[in-house]
């Protein structure tokens, strides 16, 4: 049984991941309505009843936005860390909560679960890898820069699926407020394309298979700038490159 995922839709409008290893399907966080998600699950093939869990990585709106009612009505346990829940409402069901430590593995029957801290302005924001022990997929796609940590667990990936929000110049010149501008461009905000690049240059990207832009900013960034980028740093041809799409998300993929 192979482990595979893919992408309910990426972007500030909503983002959500889904990884499969065989009947085990874990959602990585849920920022669309009740009626979108499951639309959007069955473009996949999935209904709401196929997921063992959420995984949630913070508590901004478009990450963790429909996980409440979702989780409600499917009854479906949230994986998150402290300050991450202090985001959910009083009245949301304990019985559903599983709390994490962010620098603790945990299992979710037959896949493993590497939350690792980042950068970003949130409460306690993580990101994740995911791996049935042979193969490893790296998600990372809410953090302002990097670290030795977060290259660590990227590194040495089957999978990568990696933020590519802005590009620098586009940002700059673009029509957002100032305190915005300097909040995405800094040390807690969102990675930048060349930024995402100089991180896959770093890392052991040796067992690659599959590198994919996301959360990709529509105002300020274009998929080609992040593909041209990220294949820059991977010498590879840039149709190589995965786009995780604000609307489509992107398809199954194999790891």
Not at 103 to 130: C, G, I, M, N, T
Request: hydrophobic share 40%.
């Amino acid at each position: 049984m192979a482990l595979r995922f893919a992408s309910l839709g990426s972007g500030s409008s909503g983002n959500g991941l889904v990884v499969e290893r065989g009947r085990t399907r874990v959602l990585m966080d849920c920022g669309f309505n009740l009626g979108d998600t499951a639309f959007r699950l069955g473009r996949l093939g999935l209904v709401p009843g196929d997921l063992a869990a959420i995984v949630v990585t913070h508590e901004h709106t478009d990450h963790l936005g429909g996980v409440v009612r979702f989780a409600r009505r499917h009854a479906i346990a949230v994986h998150l860390t402290q300050g991450t829940a202090l985001a959910l409402p009083v009245d949301f069901p304990a019985s559903l909560v599983r709390l994490i430590d962010p620098h603790a593995p945990f299992e979710v029957k037959d896949l493993q679960v590497e939350p690792f801290p980042v950068p970003h302005d949130a409460r306690e924001p993580v990101q994740y890898r995911f791996t049935d022990g042979a193969v490893r997929l790296g998600v990372a796609t809410d953090l302002g820069m990097s670290t030795p940590h977060v290259e660590e667990m990227l590194g040495a990936c089957d999978a990568l699926v990696l933020e590519c929000n802005h590009d620098a110049r586009m940002l700059e010149s673009g029509s957002y407020p100032r305190a915005l501008k300097d909040r995405i461009a800094g040390r807690f905000g969102h990675l930048d394309n060349e930024s995402a690049a100089g991180i896959v240059s770093r890392i052991d990207g040796s067992r690659l298979k599959h590198v994919i832009a996301a959360h990709l900013s529509k105002e300020n960034n274009r998929p080609a700038l992040a593909a041209q980028a990220l294949a820059g740093a991977l010498g590879c041809e840039e149709s190589w490159i995965g786009v995780a799409d604000q609307d489509e998300g992107f398809g199954w993929r194999e790891a």
